[in-house]
């Protein structure tokens, strides 16, 4: 069982990509309501699927993480936004109303 998990550093995104083929990135605004109720989504389809390495990132408190993967992976930063990773790429994102439990399901399972 993963739950979800919160990091900060582009040293712990790093030692995801090393650690793991399939994982799922939740991009957050503490500040923003949008963000809170997509967040309410990902929270609940994390925990009806504990078999899915999950992550999440406070984009105020990681900025300097956020950007690494905007850069990084050409994803221009939205928050909210959800990413999956798969074979250290970015098979499919989303953000703002299209996170949801269902949108989730559809793009990530199986996992």
């Given at each position: 069982m ?6 900060d ?6 030692d ?11 991009k ?14 990902f929270d ?23 950007n690494?993967?905007a ?29 949801t439990?269902?949108a ?7 996992f």
């Open positions: 993963m739950g979800k998990i919160k990091i550093t582009i040293e712990q995104f790093q995801l990509i090393e650690k793991h083929n399939k994982f799922v990135i939740f957050n605004s503490v500040t923003c309501p949008i963000s809170a109720a997509a967040f309410s989504q609940e389809f994390t925990n009806g699927h504990p078999e899915i390495a999950a992550y999440y990132l406070n984009v105020q408190e990681s900025r300097s993480l956020s690494y993967i850069e990084t992976y050409h994803i221009k930063h939205e928050s909210p936004q959800v990413l999956l990773f798969e074979n250290e790429n970015v098979r499919w994102h989303t953000s703002h109303w299209e996170i439990k269902e989730l399901e559809v793009n990530i399972l199986p």
